[in-house]
């Protein structure tokens, strides 16, 4: 019969950052985040008017061409979906 025995390691025990530290960082990420926040509410607001239905049934049109060569039963599918979006409108 053997045993094996296994060094065991002697691990340092986490430091506590002390409270200043501890505040110095809350203070700094709190600094930041309210600088994110400012900059974010002052970006000027693009206010984007609507598209007519006839301009976004254009639109997925322009989708449904690029999957032609690739995917021609999905580019008719969009199509057909362009198309009765146009026609919604005019009910």
């Given at each position: 019969m053997?045993?094996?025995s296994l060094p065991s390691q002697s691990f340092r025990p986490a430091?506590?950052?002390g409270l200043g530290k501890t505040l110095r960082r809350l203070a700094v990420?709190?600094?930041r985040f309210t600088v994110a926040l400012l900059n974010a509410l002052?970006?000027?607001q693009k206010h984007q008017?609507?598209?007519?239905?006839?301009e976004e049934a254009n639109e997925l049109r322009?989708?449904?061409?690029a999957y032609l060569r690739t995917?021609?039963?999905f580019a008719a599918d969009l199509m057909a979906a362009a198309d009765r979006h146009e026609l919604q409108g005019e009910r």
């Open positions: 053997t045993s094996h430091q506590p950052l990420a709190t600094t002052r970006r000027p008017q609507r598209l007519s239905l006839v322009q989708v449904a061409s995917d021609p039963g």
